[in-house]
């Protein structure tokens, strides 16, 4: 995204260089004010996948900070992308604020939990990811039942696979020998697991995690409905989960 074309009136090279010399208050609010339109674009992807009750306006504020926090933080000598870093903090604070609210209901735990425990127990059973049939009869419950849960439970795939993706950011401070290496496990055993997934759910996850795509862009890519880009998401973030805590298990 170039936010220099939306606001080409303003030398953000110039605001950059006023508040690294100066580093005012005055200066600081003013390359918020340019860089406010990252917190909006990255509000609206999140708010895809979340229910309504949860307010836009609190996601909207709880970005800005980490906007400012991004601001503050920001090495220039690093050569980093400002936008980069700053997508990062700002979708950080998001999900900080989201896990303080405590925002899924009870009832979608549970069939979070019932959900996530017969697919772990399922596919560890086979080897395999398991097909929409063998999972509902697992769950005894119809292929359409099983669609419309997956549906519901859509919501709580938004925070589980951001805090993997994001595990290997270098941009939250200098990481040290052993940090490296846990991260480039873990990051190694995801791709694994990207791997592993059927080829409509990898594609899912490559288009929105890795290209950045919004739920309705991949529905008309790969010619479907939102409401199955939704459900292909939520199966394949349970898949991954599932197989990240046998991977996990498997090593204590």
């Known amino acids: 995204m170039l936010l220099e074309d939306e ?3 303003i030398d953000v090279a110039s605001l950059w260089q006023s508040y690294l010399a100066n580093k005012t208050v005055e200066a600081r609010n003013q390359l918020a004010e340019y860089y406010l339109p990252l917190v909006k ?15 836009r ?20 000598e690093r050569k980093n992308k400002f936008e980069t870093y700053a997508g990062i903090r700002i979708r950080g604070a998001m999900l900080d604020y989201l896990r303080a609210k405590d925002w899924l209901p009870v009832a979608i735990r549970q069939r979070i939990r019932r959900y996530e425990q017969a697919m ?18 697992e769950l005894e419950v119809t292929v359409k039942e099983l669609q419309a849960l997956e549906s519901q439970l859509s919501a709580a795939t938004v925070i589980p696979l951001d805090d ?3 595990a290997d950011s270098p941009l939250t401070g200098e990481p040290g020998p052993s940090d490296r290496l846990e991260k480039a496990e873990t990051k190694e055993l995801l791709m694994t697991a990207i791997e592993r997934l059927p080829e409509k759910e990898k594609k899912v996850v490559a288009l929105y995690y ?3 795509m919004t739920l309705k862009e991949i529905s008309l890519v790969l010619s479907l409905s939102e ?9 394949a973030i349970f898949r991954m989960r599932g197989y990240l805590a046998r991977m996990k298990a498997s090593l204590v």
């Open 7 to 9: 606001a080409p009136a």
């Open 164 to 166: 993997y993706l994001r």
């Open 120 to 137: 772990f127990d399922l596919e560890n059973k086979l080897g395999r990811p398991a097909t929409d049939e063998e999972l509902a009869t």
């Open 41 to 55: 674009l990255v509000a609206g992807r999140l708010a895809i996948s979340l229910p309504a009750h949860v307010d």
């Open 227 to 235: 409401a199955r880009i939704s459900q292909l998401h939520t199966k």
């Open 57 to 76: 306006d609190d996601l909207l504020s709880s970005g800005f900070f980490g906007l400012l926090d991004a601001i503050e933080r920001y090495d220039i």
């Open 210 to 212: 890795y290209e950045e």
